[in-house]
């Protein structure tokens, strides 16, 4: 399995870069570093996103059993039925795990990461079933974890938000090119995982779904650039998303009404699953969280910057990009580590210099794949993940680049 050998691979590189500065460079604060991380991280695996995640899981996880009752997931299913029928050969039609998915991926478009991982977290569950080999993945759980990972969003309300803390110019002069990099990295993902589970991507449904996308993505940029002000898009950001997550609720409730549900025993029966959940993904969490800090913690992520710069210095090319490089090397692996790395991007460069802003598009390009696999696949106990990870990487990747490109283009 990929994730067993990274995550040992986190461990050793540590301890050997430990071992170098501490004899070497006579660092003898390397391993106190490191050991601190190491619990430090444990802690706030469990009391800082488990235990805050129960309630978040127990609360949507109600909803999405009232929305079940209700038949607004049926109806969902039907609507997005056709495209996802192609991207998803192996799950029947009108199947509950299609809206579902479906319910996830528009929480993620609105930046509503309290509400997407519950409802990421239920759809994997309903692919689990029907997944004939529980210990792998199937085809259809690693076209829904590559299409998560790679975070399609449309609103990055959070990073608007940090940069409006500290002090930015104009909060929201990253907002294009977040929407620009996410989609390139959806994208890229998909193809990958189509051409790998040979889905025929020239089907006439599937054109039509990705051009009709394509075009809306278009449209909106276009719209929120001729129209409205920078004040207003970051006005709209806050408004749609907080409307949006609070109208779902009440439209699932309203349609249980009419179809004569008990909708207080249905969101109960429902929420029960949330700490269930919220437990069994605790060893995952700390497992993952903890290598990934042990690997920051011993200065790899400077190295591998360092060679960057070195590299693209004798290439004799600009590196004013490299400054933020450290939110990309990030986000795969921590959304807590990425923000974090991005913050400081800018308190260091400044919100309105090049890095700062390139920083947020980094952050705002993808998902953290080696988290969400833990999580996701860990929360149904799949212990093989075949190539999810090499593609989730692969579309970090794209997004990664876009994410560079388009910087430059706006912000030269």
């Given at each position: ?199 025929n991507l020239f089907d006439r449904v599937i054109m039509l779904w990705l051009g009709g996308m394509t ?198």
């Amino acid at each position: 399995m990929t994730l067993n050998y990274i995550w040992i691979s986190f461990f050793i590189i540590a301890f050997i870069l430990g071992l170098v500065k501490l004899v070497f460079l006579g660092d003898t604060e390397i391993f106190k570093t490191m050991v601190e991380g190491i619990f430090d991280s444990s802690k706030s695996s469990v009391m800082d996103i488990a235990l805050p995640l129960t309630g978040a899981m127990a609360f949507w996880l109600g909803i999405m059993n009232v929305g079940e009752k209700a038949g607004a997931i049926n109806f969902l299913s039907r609507i997005v039925g056709p495209f996802f029928n192609r991207l998803f050969p192996e799950v029947p039609k009108n199947h509950p795990a299609t809206g579902q998915m479906m319910m996830n991926f528009s929480a993620n478009l609105l930046g509503l990461d309290n509400a997407a991982t519950p409802l990421g977290l239920k759809a994997m569950g309903s692919l689990q079933e029907l997944n004939p080999n529980k210990e792998t993945a199937s085809n259809a759980q690693i076209m829904f974890l590559v299409l998560h990972t790679s975070g399609l969003q449309l609103l990055p309300v959070t990073i608007i938000a940090q940069r409006a803390i500290l002090n930015a110019t104009d909060p929201t002069d990253v907002f294009i090119p977040c929407i620009i990099a996410t989609y390139v990295a959806t994208v890229v993902g998909m193809l990958i995982v189509a051409i790998k589970q040979k889905i025929n991507l020239f089907d006439r449904v599937i054109m039509l779904w990705l051009g009709g996308m394509t075009t809306f993505i278009t449209l909106l940029v276009w719209y929120f650039t001729a129209y409205l002000t920078k004040q207003q898009i970051g006005e709209f950001s806050k408004v749609a998303s907080n409307v949006m997550l609070f109208a779902i609720p009440v439209a699932f409730i309203v349609g249980a009404m009419v179809k004569k549900v008990a909708v207080f025993e249905a969101f109960i029966d429902g929420a029960k699953g949330g700490f269930e959940t919220s437990v069994k993904i605790i060893p995952y969490l700390v497992a993952m969280l903890v290598a990934i800090s042990v690997f920051r913690s011993c200065g790899a992520l400077g190295y591998i910057n360092d060679g960057v710069r070195w590299v693209f210095t004798q290439l004799h090319s600009d590196t004013r990009f490299i400054d933020a490089m450290p939110v990309a090397y990030m986000k795969p692996l921590s959304g807590s580590g990425s923000k974090a790395m991005m913050i400081d991007t800018m308190k260091t460069f400044g919100p309105d210099s090049f890095a700062g802003r390139l920083g947020c598009i980094f952050n705002g390009s993808a998902d953290t794949t080696f988290y969400i696999v833990a999580l996701y696949f860990g929360s149904v106990g799949i212990k093989k993940s075949r190539y999810a990870i090499p593609a989730g990487l692969i579309a970090d990747f794209a997004g990664i680049i876009a994410a560079i490109l388009v910087a430059y283009l706006f912000f030269g």
